[in-house]
């Protein structure tokens, strides 16, 4: 299906540790030419005044645009925007976006409002839509500013290995992850699963997100992952690579960001 069936942000989407409550994110990726980069800009400045208003209004808890590497027409998607949730019905309905975008734009005219909206579909393609909830993540109090930067790595599990896959995870990896955090050498690390699409012809059933202060952290990373094993952790985490097949990895920058 495009260049996967899906990572974020966020990620990460977003912050991956807000209030430390149950989250779900909506992931979009985005196509974009490089002709309408200018455009793409102006369209997700008009969404961003959007989700302001639904984040006052209390149907989403935060929104996200990160830009994406390699980033080459032929290397996928340009961009990626996030939106997160704290319930599952919430991120299905999406809440009163009509009221939101009334409010957003209270001087506009309807017929201008109108046009405005519809022409935000011309200067990308909305290639992927995924609806994830988050599994797992590291414990820290690390903001996530604009200059952010993130891996999105999209893992393909078999439905009937996600406990294997997610138990290495959540069991041995997170550990390693909580300790480069508590060393400062990463801000955060969360596990992501597949909602919606899921099964055999999805391009990717799970996601890893780690978010770094900026690109130099990032290129100094070293976990050391034989740390502290134990013969049952080594196990573990040998189940847990046999278990999943690392489809690709993204690098990413936060550019836009609302909460």
Same mark, same amino acid.
């Given at each position: 299906?495009?260049?996967?069936?899906?990572?974020?942000?966020?990620?990460?989407?977003?912050?991956?540790?807000?209030?430390?409550?149950?989250?779900?994110?909506?992931?979009?990726?985005?196509?974009?030419?490089?002709?309408?980069?200018?455009?793409?800009?102006?369209?997700?400045?008009? =969404?961003?005044?959007?989700?302001?208003?639904?984040?006052?209004?209390?149907?989403?808890?935060?929104?996200?645009?990160?830009?994406?590497?390699?980033?080459?027409?032929?290397?996928?998607?340009?961009?990626?925007?996030?939106?997160?949730?704290?319930?599952?019905?919430?991120?299905?309905?999406?809440?009163?976006?009509?009221?939101?975008?009334?409010?957003?734009?209270?001087?506009?005219?309807?017929?201008?409002?109108?046009?405005?909206?519809?022409?935000?579909?011309?200067?990308?393609?909305?290639?992927?839509?995924?609806?994830?909830?988050?599994?797992?993540?590291?414990?820290?109090?690390?903001?996530?500013?604009?200059?952010?930067?993130?891996?999105?790595?999209?893992?393909?599990?078999?439905?009937?290995?996600?406990?294997?896959?997610?138990?290495?995870?959540?069991?041995?990896?997170?550990?390693?992850?909580?300790?480069?955090?508590?060393?400062?050498?990463?801000?955060? =690390?969360?596990?992501?699963?597949?909602?919606?699409?899921?099964?055999?012809?999805?391009?990717?059933?799970?996601?890893?997100?780690?978010?770094?202060?900026?690109?130099?952290? =990032?290129?100094?990373?070293?976990?050391?992952?034989?740390?502290?094993?134990?013969?049952?952790?080594?196990?573990?985490?040998?189940?847990?690579?046999?278990?999943?097949?690392?489809?690709?990895?993204?690098?990413?920058?936060?550019?836009?960001?609302?909460?």
């Amino acid at each position: 299906m495009k260049k996967f069936v899906i990572f974020i942000a966020l990620l990460l989407v977003g912050n991956m540790t807000i209030a430390q409550e149950k989250l779900y994110l909506v992931m979009e990726f985005m196509t974009v030419d490089e002709s309408q980069q200018n455009a793409y800009g102006e369209t997700e400045g008009f =969404w961003e005044k959007i989700h302001e208003q639904r984040v006052k209004n209390g149907d989403i808890i935060g929104w996200d645009l990160w830009v994406l590497g390699p980033g080459g027409e032929e290397q996928g998607f340009q961009y990626a925007t996030v939106t997160l949730f704290n319930e599952p019905a919430k991120m299905f309905s999406g809440g009163n976006f009509g009221a939101a975008l009334k409010a957003a734009y209270p001087n506009m005219a309807q017929d201008e409002l109108d046009k405005t909206f519809n022409k935000t579909s011309e200067a990308r393609d909305l290639s992927v839509r995924i609806y994830m909830e988050q599994i797992a993540s590291t414990t820290d109090e690390n903001p996530m500013p604009l200059g952010t930067v993130a891996t999105f790595d999209l893992m393909k599990v078999s439905l009937g290995n996600y406990n294997q896959y997610e138990n290495a995870e959540k069991k041995a990896f997170q550990l390693l992850h909580q300790k480069a955090v508590d060393d400062g050498n990463k801000m955060n =690390w969360g596990l992501l699963r597949f909602i919606s699409p899921i099964g055999s012809d999805t391009y990717a059933s799970h996601m890893t997100v780690s978010m770094f202060k900026d690109h130099a952290q =990032w290129l100094n990373q070293n976990i050391n992952y034989s740390e502290g094993a134990t013969p049952e952790l080594t196990k573990l985490m040998q189940e847990g690579i046999a278990a999943r097949d690392m489809k690709y990895v993204y690098l990413a920058q936060l550019i836009r960001k609302v909460r």
